[in-house]
């Protein structure tokens, strides 16, 4: 049977990418961050899985305001890389795992969680920037990755508890799918940053360290953080944490298994307008 | 019955709700079709006429023109599609996020290096922070 071995968390903001992509990795500004990867990288190495869950967010990328779909689970053979207004990123396609998608999606449906199947689609930086992060700069990414959108953009999004609940049924489908497959799965974006209006550039290092730790070891209470206190704490687009929790409920322990190891931690101020938070859990 | 919005007492913060995407819907798929590299220059070849193609309201088209990205978000622009003609106009997410400010670039930049806005006063509509109304624009002499 296929198994969860580790869940991977990361901020995954556009112009760490736009870094990568104009060869600016080594400047004294983009050193420390890249720096806190380096441990990352290794580990991925040592522990490459033969599929990715990547929860991401799209940024008014494949989805416009025609349609907002809140989980859309990505099931397409393929996807491109989007031009995002600045050209598509140089990096590799990413090569999707349309038998394990379409059986998460059957299984998850089947819960009461209400996904969005799709079939054709581009993916954003939401979803190339941690694979850049983790994986270096590839001719090809090591594994096929599910991409699984959710809304963070348009109010409501889904809550943190709803999320996590959504990453328990999401476990249970991919611990039911015969073949034996490692798979891990990656909850990305924020942490504190919020890109509009006069509270432009909020970042508050003591709140994202704070839920952190609370992620790591409580995360039920990490679940029960409702949208208001992300928006005044980590401000207007730090609610993309929530999408963290979906990774966080695949985990283990929330299953009723040991707690996971941390095998790595990173908190950086600033890429750009954001506080950039990174987490390893291993299962034991 | 009115629904609960607790996040309207949050200073300098506009949140995309389904009210403001009703407000934004055309706005904000202009700002989508400039994904297309032709549009951006059919755009840029004529920024009125361009406009004018789309069902927006005259504000919203000013406001565009104007690169007024606050005045973008209150007739329901959203950042993220708003970005795009910041894309346009060759402009990072940063020089976006520090227009809506006041600050000039360098100070923006420099306030983000130095570990970002403080919460401190900016959580609640009334307290004395930098993004509160009462100080803005920010960055102006005193």
Not at chain 1, 126 to 135: E, R
Not at chain 2, 82 to 102: E, P
Not at chain 2, 123 to 140: F, N, S, T
């Amino acid at each position: 049977m296929a198994k969860i071995t580790a869940s991977v968390y990361t901020s995954h903001v556009p112009a760490i990418g736009a870094a990568i992509d104009t060869g600016k990795t080594t400047d004294p500004y983009w050193v420390p961050l890249f720096k806190g990867y380096e441990p990352s990288k290794s580990w991925m190495e040592a522990s490459k899985p033969d599929v990715i869950f990547l929860v991401y967010n799209d940024h008014a990328t494949a989805f416009s305001l025609d349609i907002i779909p809140t989980f859309a689970i990505g099931c397409a053979a393929e996807f491109k890389p989007a031009d995002e207004g600045y050209g598509p990123r140089p990096v590799p396609t990413v090569i999707g795992h349309p038998e394990l998608a379409a059986h998460i999606a059957q299984s998850v449906i089947q819960d009461d969680f209400d996904l969005t199947i799709v079939n054709k689609m581009d993916v954003d930086h939401g979803l190339t920037v941690p694979l850049n992060l983790l994986c270096g700069s590839p001719d090809a990414w090591p594994c096929p990755v599910i991409p699984f959108a959710v809304n963070v953009v348009q109010y409501p999004v889904p809550s943190g508890r709803r999320c996590y609940n959504l990453g328990q049924a999401i476990r249970k489908a991919i611990e039911s799918y015969d073949e034996p497959l490692k798979v891990q799965i990656w909850g990305t974006g924020g942490m504190s940053h919020q890109l509009q209006g006069p509270r432009a550039g909020l970042i508050n290092r003591e709140w994202d360290n704070a839920w952190l730790d609370t992620l790591i070891s409580d995360p039920d209470a990490a679940a029960s953080v409702p949208h208001i206190d992300y928006v005044r704490e980590a401000g207007s687009e730090g609610i993309e944490l929530v999408m963290w929790l979906i990774a966080r409920g695949a985990m283990d322990d929330v299953a009723g298994g040991p707690p996971p190891k941390l095998a790595h931690r990173f908190y950086h101020v600033p890429a750009s307008n954001t506080g950039v938070g990174h987490l390893i859990l291993e299962n034991q | 019955m009115a629904l609960e919005k607790p996040y309207k007492d949050i200073p300098g913060t506009t949140i995309f709700d389904a009210d403001q995407s009703r407000l934004g819907y055309h706005l904000n798929q202009f700002c989508m079709s400039l994904m297309k590299a032709a549009n951006r220059e059919r755009f840029k070849a004529g920024e009125r006429a361009y406009l004018d193609e789309w069902p927006m309201t005259e504000e919203q088209k000013q406001a565009v023109l104007a690169r007024d990205l606050n005045r973008c978000i209150a007739l329901g622009g959203n950042i993220y599609f708003l970005a795009k003609i910041g894309a346009t106009d060759g402009k990072s997410f940063q020089q976006m996020a520090g227009s809506m400010t006041g600050m000039s670039e360098a100070a923006y930049r420099d306030m983000m290096i130095n570990g970002g806005r403080s919460v401190e006063g900016n959580r609640y509509i009334g307290e004395d922070g930098d993004a509160q109304a009462h100080r803005q624009p920010q960055g102006k002499k005193d």
